[in-house]
C-alpha cells in the first residue's frame, strides 16, 4: 500500500520539477546590443510662406484702422491678381496700439494711434515669391516679418532616411558584437523617433522699400535638411 501511494507521488511530482526547470531557463535574459542612429537627408523645398504686414499711424484708433483697412485691401487684391486663392491667404495678426509721449511730472499723452494688420501668404510656387513681395510692397505692405521655405512632400526622403539609419545602426551593432567575441543575432525591436526638418535659413525681417520698374526680387530657397533617428536592439551571439 504503502508503495503504490510512493510511486503515484513520484509520478506527479517529475512533471512538476521538469516544469520549473524549463522557467529557470525561460528566465535567462538574452544577451542583446541595443544602438541608436541617425540620418541626415537634404530635401529641396517647393513652397513658401511670407508674413506680410501693414501698419498704419493716426490721431485716431478709427481714422488708422480705416486707412489700414484701405491698404490691406489694395496688398490683397495684388497677391490675387498674381493667382494667389483665398485660401493660401490668412489673417494671423491684428494689433491696436496707442502712442505716448511722456513729459516730466506729467501724464502720459496719447499722440495717436498704431494698427498692424499681418496676413500670411502661402505660396505653391517659387517662382512667385520675389513678385509676391514686390506686389505687396508696392501695394502698401511696409513689414515683412518672415519668409520661409518648406517641402510639401517629405515622405520619400524620410523613408530613405529610415533606411539609411537602420543600415548604420546594424554596423555599429555588427561591430560592438565583432568586439565582443561573438555575431549579430536577429534584429529584436525599432523604434523610429521623431523627425524635425530643418528650415534652410532663418526667419528675416524686411522692411518696407521704394519699388520702381525692377526686376523681381532675387530669392535663394537653397536646401532643407531632414534628420531621421533610429532605436534598435539586437540578439548577441556569444562564441562558445
Do not use: C
Amino acid at each position: 500500500m504503502n508503495a503504490k501511494f510512493i510511486a503515484v507521488g513520484l509520478a506527479i511530482l517529475a512533471p512538476v520539477s521538469a516544469h520549473s526547470q524549463d522557467s529557470r531557463a525561460a528566465l535567462v535574459p538574452i544577451p542583446q546590443i541595443s544602438v541608436a542612429a541617425q540620418h541626415e537627408v537634404k530635401v529641396s523645398p517647393d513652397r513658401a510662406t511670407i508674413q506680410i504686414s501693414v501698419q498704419t499711424r493716426a490721431p485716431t484708433a478709427a481714422a488708422a484702422a480705416s486707412q489700414n483697412a484701405t491698404k490691406i485691401q489694395a496688398v490683397l487684391a495684388s497677391l490675387r491678381a498674381l493667382g494667389l486663392t483665398n485660401d493660401q491667404l490668412s489673417t494671423v495678426n491684428y494689433n491696436v496700439h496707442p502712442d505716448y509721449v511722456h513729459r516730466e511730472n506729467k501724464e502720459p499723452q496719447i499722440t495717436g494711434y498704431n494698427v498692424t494688420n499681418t496676413i500670411v501668404a502661402d505660396i505653391r510656387q517659387l517662382n512667385q515669391v520675389g513678385r509676391v513681395i514686390d506686389a505687396a510692397l508696392s501695394s502698401g505692405a511696409n513689414m515683412m516679418t518672415s519668409l520661409q521655405f518648406y517641402a510639401s512632400n517629405t515622405e520619400d526622403a524620410r523613408r530613405n532616411a529610415i533606411a539609411a539609419a537602420i543600415a548604420k545602426a546594424r554596423a555599429d551593432a555588427q561591430a560592438a558584437a565583432a568586439a565582443a567575441g561573438g555575431t549579430l543575432g536577429p534584429l529584436l525591436e525599432i523604434g523610429i523617433g521623431a523627425y524635425m526638418p530643418q528650415p534652410p535659413q532663418p526667419m528675416y525681417r524686411l522692411e518696407a522699400m521704394a519699388v520702381r520698374n525692377q526686376a523681381d526680387t532675387p530669392i535663394q530657397p537653397g536646401q532643407e535638411s531632414l534628420t531621421v533617428t533610429v532605436s534598435t536592439r539586437w540578439q548577441f551571439n556569444p562564441s562558445r
